[in-house]
């Protein structure tokens, strides 16, 4: 991003923030809602909100790999959502195993036997040096991934300039959850920032507010995907977003595993973990052209042991 693009828009930002967060319409309706677990309500901004029809690349092989606790061992994940488990894990192959960097741990993937719960686990070893701690994986034939600037390594200027960016538009997408919320402040739990070519910059953002009430605590969870360029005057568009509320205990959250190039033109796509309480469920989150993104894949929940 231009530096002294985002200094010279960086007062200006935060009066807009100021402004749109006291003038949006109360019970604004939201691009469509949805039903998860606990009753919470989940609403989607973007093409997400429409009917989408999900598709594994068959360049990412037959499954995804999710890293657990110990480097050495992956839970699998098939790419057919609709599978119980992997069918017909393939014998020991060639992995691809990134993070939330650009490092890319190349490595042998063995099936394990499914465990009682359904799911299936994998024994990883590396022919080199030991294994770092990873994210994700796949058994294809190359990974790019994506190096992303966390909120925690940003300059101070750089955090709460993004900070501030990621409230607004989190106080502006169409749609409450629930009145009950309306008006709270958003605390910013994750962010993550990249730059695509093409003078594009990208930020990802997890964000809550909450109601602390002794009985039943609720809370509001929101992932923000947006975007920057030359023609946006020097602020960010939101251009995905998913949105839930519901109990502390039972209410989804999100995780950013990692973001990588995909497809020609390369474009990014973000591996999202979606956890619900009682199951966690995996997706590929899609660029497909400037300021459109949408749910190009997402798995069965199921719940593993790590």
């Known amino acids: 991003m231009n530096a002294m693009r985002r200094v010279v828009h960086f007062r200006a930002t935060l009066m807009l923030f100021a402004v749109a967060a006291c003038e949006r319409p109360r019970g604004e309706a939201a691009n469509s809602v949805s039903v998860t677990a606990g009753g919470a309500t989940r609403d989607t901004l973007g093409p997400a909100a429409s009917a989408v029809t999900e598709y594994w690349p068959s360049y990412l092989g037959s499954m995804l790999l999710v890293g657990t606790e110990v480097p050495t061992r992956a839970t699998l994940i098939p790419s057919d959502s609709s599978a119980a488990a992997v069918a017909e894990p393939p014998k020991p192959a060639r992995a691809f195993l990134i993070g939330r960097d650009r490092r890319v741990q190349v490595a042998l993937v063995t099936p394990a036997l499914p465990s009682s719960d359904g799911c299936w686990t994998g024994s990883i070893q590396s022919g080199g040096a030991p294994l770092r701690p990873w994210t994700a994986g796949f058994v294809a034939d190359s990974i790019h991934p994506v190096a992303l600037d966390s909120i925690a390594g940003l300059k101070k200027v750089d955090s709460i300039y993004f900070s501030a960016e990621a409230t607004r538009l989190a106080s502006i997408i169409p749609g409450d959850s629930t009145d009950e919320f309306f008006g709270l402040p958003f605390v910013v739990e994750t962010l993550w920032h ?64 990692g973001v990588m190039m995909t497809g020609q033109p390369a474009q990014p796509t973000i591996i999202l973990a979606r956890d619900f309480g009682d199951g966690v469920s995996y997706a590929l989150i899609e660029r497909t052209a400037s300021r459109q993104w949408h749910v190009g894949w997402s798995s069965a929940k199921r719940k593993c042991s790590s």
């Open 194 to 257: 990249f730059g695509i070519p093409g003078d594009t910059d990208i930020l990802i953002a997890t964000l809550q507010r909450q109601i602390n009430q002794e009985a039943m605590p609720l809370q509001e969870r929101t992932l923000i995907v947006a975007e920057q360029d030359s023609s946006t005057s020097g602020s960010f568009v939101a251009t995905y977003a998913e949105r839930s509320s519901g109990e502390e205990e039972t209410i989804e959250t999100r995780e950013v595993l």
